[in-house]
């Protein structure tokens, strides 16, 4: 069945990196557009980025502009989210997603158009 395990996560001080992956089987990322979310408790789930699956073209929420870069290797079947400057409102549970319905659209900031989603992976930032 179609599975999408991330991984990556951790806890890091303010200023730091991470990288997240989202590792896909039997979905191939360049067939579907993936999707970063995340949730911070209390919060509801928001958008991150995207990345299209045609073309590659990605988006990003505005408060990660210039700071993160999601990216795909097609040969590892496997999309990044490279997170740089962490900040402590971005501590959250990070959540990579599928959506098959590429045709004619981008990628999308709407996290009800993915139907394939993974477990998602905890990122801690502190001060």
């Known amino acids: 069945q179609v599975q999408l395990v991330e991984s990556g996560g951790g806890s890091m001080q303010s200023g730091g990196s991470l990288r997240l992956s989202c590792a896909a089987s039997?979905?191939?990322?360049?067939?579907?557009?993936i999707g970063w979310f995340r949730q911070a408790p209390g919060k509801e789930r928001e958008f991150v980025s995207c990345?299209?699956?045609?073309?590659?073209?990605?988006s990003y929420e505005d408060s990660v502009k210039g700071r993160f870069v999601i990216s795909r290797d097609t040969s590892k079947n496997t999309v990044y989210l490279q997170m740089n400057n962490l900040k402590r409102e971005d501590t959250a549970a990070y959540y990579c997603?599928?959506?098959?319905?590429?045709?004619?659209?981008?990628?999308?900031?709407?996290?009800?158009?993915?139907?394939?989603w993974g477990q998602g992976t905890q990122v801690t930032v502190s001060s």
């Open positions: 997603a599928a959506d098959g319905g590429i045709l004619g659209r981008t990628c999308s900031s709407s996290s009800g158009e993915y139907e394939h």
């Open positions: 039997r979905l191939p990322v360049n067939y579907y557009h």
């Open positions: 990345i299209g699956a045609r073309d590659g073209t990605t």
